[in-house]
């Protein structure tokens, strides 16, 4: 009976450190970079190449530099046959992409908002003037 | 089995060293926990949230080349963790913002239809001010015209009620001056006839004593006796009773105008009216004898308007 109690408390401390132990090596795992082909640069270069047509080029000019310079030095590794370097580049670029995207849409939306926020003051204000000439 | 775990221990302990000694890793760490516990964010992009934690949470046990990559793109994750955020809290401003933006313009358009149909009433309003203003207007121009007419009517009136007057009174006066000249005439007439009359003097002829009546004692024509010579007939009056016993011969005569029966009737009648003149003066009739005598006993030429007045008599002779 002694011997029960001892040994439960013991147990449970075991399947803690066994849980703890496996996230632990989860998360030392390395991270997962995109499988890279033949045509993943040029999927890469027209990608970046839409983005800087679009909109989003005036609104994050800062990313596109790094996913200009970046898409370069991907050009290179894929030239030099370094493929974890390229996949890298690859995942940072598309990365890049969607934080260029995020940002340009982001501002499109202050620019909105504040547009907004605009026309709100200015049909309070008409509003006010309206009232006013109301009894 | 004691091994094991102490194997664990050590590979956990082993791994919270090396976090510690990354300070790039704790200050990502640090930012993610602030974005976290930033209550504006706290509904927005919990997807993207938890990629970034397990993305910074990855980043301990990572190391060289590898490590850069996986912190790289932690940032990365953290990034877009807080732009979907901002995404989303501005999504959401929008649409408070909209919502706030339509009840005002709801207000606005109740305000301005209050405000027209306001408009509209002070419009109508203004409108029949108008209609009552030009109605009295017109009104007043009705009557104005109406009473203009009334005293140029009334002018009218008084002035042919005045011309009217001044003609009856020119007309008055006209007949009264008509009259007085009559009067005058009458006056000067009858005052000629009296100064004839009192004018005439007898004559001793072979039948007796004659006084001539001229024809100014008859109306023109005829044999009546004007008024005047019967009221100043005393003078002959005073001719006959000088002789109260003589007969008397009352001879009448015209001139020879018009034929001679017509001239011998009226001389007769001429004499009658006379003699009745006499008689109505208290002459007896008996002594007076009237005879027409016409045109046959001129006494002057017929040939002249002169001579013809003395023709047209009438004599009273005194018989001896």
Do not use: W
Request: hydrophobic share 40%; net charge neutral.
């Amino acid at each position: 009976m002694k011997q029960n109690m001892m040994t439960k408390p013991l147990q449970s401390l075991k399947k803690a450190l066994l849980l703890a132990f496996l996230s632990t090596l989860i998360a030392c795992s390395p991270p997962t970079v995109v499988e890279i082909n033949d045509n993943t640069y040029y999927q890469l270069e027209e990608q970046v190449e839409a983005v800087k047509n679009s909109q989003v080029a005036d609104a994050a000019p800062l990313e596109m530099k790094f996913i200009t310079e970046k898409l370069q030095r991907a050009k290179k590794a894929k030239a030099m046959g370094e493929k974890r370097e390229e996949a890298r580049l690859t995942q940072q670029i598309r990365s890049d992409i969607e934080v260029a995207r995020l940002r340009a849409k982001v501002n499109r939306m202050n620019q909105a908002l504040l547009e907004k926020r605009d026309e709100l003051s200015a049909a309070r204000v008409y509003l006010q003037q309206l009232e006013a000439q109301l009894p | 089995m004691n091994k094991m775990v102490i194997v664990m221990l050590l590979t956990l302990f082993v791994s919270y060293l090396s976090a510690k000694e990354n300070l790039e890793l704790e200050s990502l760490r640090i930012e993610f926990d602030n974005f976290i516990t930033e209550q504006k964010y706290k509904p927005y992009a919990k997807k993207e949230k938890a990629q970034a934690k397990s993305a910074i949470e990855a980043l301990y046990n990572q190391r060289g080349e590898v490590k850069n990559h996986a912190v790289y793109m932690a940032r990365n994750h953290l990034k877009k963790a807080k732009l979907a955020a901002e995404a989303g809290y501005l999504d959401q401003a929008l649409k408070e913002t909209e919502a706030h933006l339509q009840t005002v313009n709801m207000k606005t358009l109740k305000a301005e239809a209050q405000l027209a149909r306001m408009e509209a009433d002070r419009a109508q309003l203004l409108i029949k001010l108008h209609a009552e203003e030009a109605e009295r207007a017109r009104q007043e121009k009705q009557n104005a015209l109406e009473l203009a007419n009334q005293k140029a009517s009334e002018a009218e009136m008084t002035q042919a009620e005045l011309e009217a007057a001044q003609a009856y009174a020119k007309a008055q006066e006209k007949v009264a001056a008509l009259a007085k000249e009559e009067a005058d005439l009458a006056f000067a007439e009858i005052e000629a006839l009296r100064m004839q009359l009192e004018s005439l003097v007898a004559k001793e002829t072979d039948a007796g004593l004659m006084m001539t009546l001229g024809d100014f004692v008859f109306d023109s024509g005829s044999a009546n006796l004007k008024q005047a010579a019967v009221d100043n007939f005393d003078r002959v009056m005073q001719f006959i009773s000088g002789y109260p016993g003589r007969k008397i011969r009352i001879e009448g005569h015209t001139d020879s105008t018009g034929s001679e029966d017509l001239n011998q009737k009226l001389s007769q009648k001429r004499a009658d009216a006379v003699k009745q003149l006499l008689i109505k003066n208290g002459i007896e009739a008996e002594r007076i004898n009237a005879v027409g005598q016409g045109e046959s006993h001129p006494v002057a030429t017929n040939n002249t308007e002169a001579g013809k007045a003395k023709n047209r008599r009438v004599e009273i002779i005194l018989l001896k």
